[in-house]
């Protein structure tokens, strides 16, 4: 079901937009301050550090062009062993997140 074709909830959100343009919201004549949101010092960090991941490539063009070059002169040898505890150590991380 698609709410926001609804016509109650069309109306509802109306209603809502025309009080929250309102300058202040009045109760027994005295006029209250608007709602305002402010972030905390972590959170801000939080955003910075989202922001500075987020412009991190998607592929390490590096590490990929190193690992070519190591197979094509066949010195690139992993063991099983390696391949498991990377397994392991994504499914723990993913668990954590």
Known sequence: MKIYNNPNVTKAMQVYN?????S???VNGVELPKD??????????FQVALKAFKELPEIREE????IKERLQQGSYNVSGQEIAEKIFD??????KI
């Open 18 to 22: 025309k009080s929250n343009n309102s």
């Open 24 to 26: 202040g919201q009045k």
């Open 36 to 45: 305002q949101l402010q972030l905390s010092t972590k959170a801000k960090e």
């Open 63 to 66: 590490k990929v062009n190193e």
């Open 90 to 95: 994504s499914i723990l991380i993913d668990k």
